[in-house]
């Protein structure tokens, strides 16, 4: 079975904190991504990399940042954490651009 | 720009009720479909793809969905639902637009009445 970790369930962090979340997958994809999860709003694609050290900005890359140094980890950062970041944050992982993603638990930031 | 647009918010059914979940996507170009679900607590999953061939894709636990190219459509299908249908369900679009992307409809929430 694909695993995709998140380091963290929940998260609570204060407004001017930099944060990361961490993301490792077991089964060398190439791909792998990060998602914010709103209500009515759905998954909204906010970094992907597609090789170790490559990165491209989704559609709401603004206040976030990431790094993968390794192929099976992909961390988001929150240089520095506003309330409006508050959300669900979901990683994923895929075998090739095209193929089917697999998803962590995801990680719950509330920012206060 | 590329969107995917679920019809529906919410959805409330009684067990054994058909279902029918719309997707409506935005791209002119080859495209890559998929439904997937969360049930409450547990983390996304795929429920069904369709990249090419025969346009009715079925998938687990009974759902189906087709993909109708000339309304840019891939609506989900069930004949009859049950309590543990209860989730929340995404439709997805991959797209190559110099590097492939997949886009998410907002969701629907399902409510099976037991």
């Known amino acids: 079975d694909v695993k995709v970790t998140q380091s963290s369930r929940y998260l609570v962090k204060r407004t001017g904190e930099k944060v990361f979340l961490e993301c490792v997958q077991d089964m060398d994809h190439e791909n792998m991504f990060w998602y914010r999860q709103d209500p009515g709003l759905g998954l909204r694609l906010i970094y992907f990399s597609y090789d170790v050290k490559m990165k491209e900005k989704g559609d709401i890359p603004e206040g976030y940042s990431v790094s993968r140094e390794k192929k099976e980890r992909f961390s988001l950062i929150l240089e520095s954490a506003s309330t409006n970041q508050t959300s669900m944050y979901l990683c994923?992982?895929?075998?090739?651009?095209?193929?089917?993603?697999?998803f962590g638990q995801g990680t719950r930031l509330t920012v206060v | 720009a590329q969107s995917v647009s679920q019809h529906n918010h919410h959805v409330i059914l009684s067990e054994a009720a058909s279902l029918e979940l719309g997707c409506n996507y935005s791209?002119?170009?080859?495209?890559?479909l998929f439904w997937y679900v969360q049930y409450p607590g547990q983390h996304l999953q795929l429920l069904l793809k369709y990249f090419s061939g025969d346009p009715l894709v079925k998938g687990i636990k009974g759902f189906e969905a087709e993909f109708i190219k000339s309304k840019f459509s891939f609506n989900l299908r069930k004949p009859s639902v049950q309590w543990s249908d209860t989730a929340e369900y995404f439709c997805a679009v991959t797209v190559n637009t110099g590097g492939f992307k997949t886009i998410f409809g907002a969701g629907t929430r399902l409510f099976v009445k037991a």
């Open positions: 994923a992982s895929s075998s090739s651009g095209t193929e089917e993603a697999f």
């Open positions: 791209y002119g170009g080859t495209v890559n």
